[in-house]
């Protein structure tokens, strides 16, 4: 899944909003074909037969945003959302609850700090003008650890970064 | 877009699944029984995310993969009463339960405790009324007719929180979605007042080719016509995951979608793709 959004603290403003998930695929007995990772072997066009490739969804994304601006030099940026794979139990969530400060009072060196909370699965990165400001890697990703994460939900990740400097526009 | 590129900031959050093949664990020098591991792990889980608690997790994961059915039986009577203990050890509990349903002789061992699992779906916690729909759907070689019951009686609740059911929708409609009771209960569920979340987590649950019931077909069919997109959208897609006869009896709506002068692109894009998968192409 992905949020982006442009915001302009010094004219208040913000544009451009996106959101979007990729596609999820479903593979079944004999994937992966060649052993180790998917590859053109495991795309058998075959749906729901449990072989090989079996089937394919796509969540929808309707994320939650919200831009405001704390003094005239400051933009913040809020995204939170939570979202399951299409294909498999709605109830495993991943949740995301993100707010990022951008401060520009020096043009040529902007800042950003950030507030976060998220679910310990998946992978989850903040950037700012191209910038990772935060990364965060799941300790594994055997379906036993998904199940702790997503579903009994514990731990939850929260945490704060910065203010750091940032790449300027 | 912004006058003044010089102060223009772009924030991204980007989540990523990335699976990985992972190496099985080798050189276990171990001799605890099961058992005693669960009973060293309960006492670690006062504080489920302590490092303790994860470490415990991941040794009884191993344990239970790699030890005999025998092993692994003369536990679950441990693990099914800590189901009825505080908070923590239940939920590290919950995790030990679903390793055990990964195995594959888990339909034999868990079978006897149907009913001790399914109690957890009376539980005032979403997670803990999560899980049982996920063990019992994962059981092998296949689900027992056992499991249908509670999750029925739970998915017909209507004093319940609809968005914790789509759990069992999930699950019913895998195990048993050709059985005239569960295509009643799943009926019932969809013509209940629904909020567009908890609607699209429903339509997602309901796209497997077992569903095959056309009073069903022709509720998801319906939901092309909901004024959310989302809901539109995932529709489209249910029905191509549902199979062939369900995109043949949604075709005439299908085509309605694609021909609407003011639907959205992914809404058009979603049922065209459901009417590829008859072989129809359509402009």
């Known amino acids: ?169 | 877009m912004s006058t003044h590129p010089a102060k223009t900031v772009c924030v991204l959050l980007a989540l990523t699944i990335q699976m990985q093949a992972q190496a099985p664990a080798t050189g276990s020098r171990e001799v605890t029984s099961v058992k005693q591991s669960f009973e060293e792990l309960r006492l670690r889980c006062t504080d489920p995310s302590s490092a303790s608690a994860q470490s415990g997790l991941r040794r009884i994961a191993e344990k239970i993969r790699n030890s005999s059915g025998d092993d692994v039986a003369a536990a679950i009577p441990l693990m099914i009463g800590a189901l009825r203990g505080s908070e923590n050890p239940r939920l590290c509990t919950l995790v030990v339960l679903f390793d055990v349903s990964l195995r594959p002789d888990s339909a034999q061992l868990l079978s006897s405790y149907i009913g001790p699992i399914g109690n957890l779906l009376n539980s005032p916690d979403e997670r803990f009324q999560t899980t049982p729909p996920i063990i019992f759907l994962n059981l092998k070689p296949q689900p027992p007719p056992e499991v249908v019951p509670p999750l029925l009686t739970y998915l017909t609740r209507t004093d319940l929180d609809p968005k914790a059911q789509t759990s069992a929708l999930f699950a019913l409609a895998k195990i048993a979605g050709d059985n005239p009771e569960v295509i009643s209960g799943i009926r019932g569920f969809l013509a209940r007042p629904l909020d567009n979340r908890v609607r699209i987590d429903a339509l997602n649950a309901l796209g497997d080719s077992r569903v095959r019931d056309p009073h069903v077909v022709a509720m998801v069919t319906a939901s092309l016509d909901d004024a959310d997109q989302g809901v539109r959208f995932t529709a489209a897609q249910t029905l191509r995951r549902m199979g062939e006869n369900a995109v043949r009896q949604a075709e005439p709506a299908l085509q309605t979608v694609i021909e609407r002068a003011d639907e959205s692109p992914e809404v058009k894009d979603a049922a065209r793709a459901a009417l590829k998968s008859i072989g129809r192409t359509s402009e």
Request: glycine share 8%.
């Open chain 1, 1 to 169: 899944m992905t949020e982006s959004i442009w915001v302009t603290p010094d004219m208040q403003s913000s544009s451009a909003f996106f959101q979007s998930t990729g596609e999820t695929r479903n593979y079944g007995a004999g994937s992966p074909a060649n052993g180790s990772t998917l590859s053109a072997s495991d795309e058998d066009g075959v749906a729901y037969d449990c072989l090989l490739w079996n089937n394919a969804g796509k969540a929808n994304p309707a994320f939650s945003h919200n831009e405001s601006y704390p003094s005239a030099t400051q933009g913040q940026v809020h995204f939170w959302g939570s979202s399951a794979n299409p294909l498999e139990d709605p109830r495993a969530t991943i949740d995301w609850d993100v707010t990022t400060t951008i401060s520009t009072t020096t043009p040529t060196a902007p800042t950003a700090s950030l507030s976060y909370s998220h679910t310990c699965y998946p992978a989850h990165r903040v950037t700012v003008n191209g910038s990772v400001i935060y990364s965060y890697q799941p300790g594994a990703n055997t379906t036993d650890y998904i199940f702790q994460r997503l579903v009994t939900k514990f731990p939850t990740i929260r945490g704060s970064v910065g203010p750091i400097g940032v790449p300027a526009q």
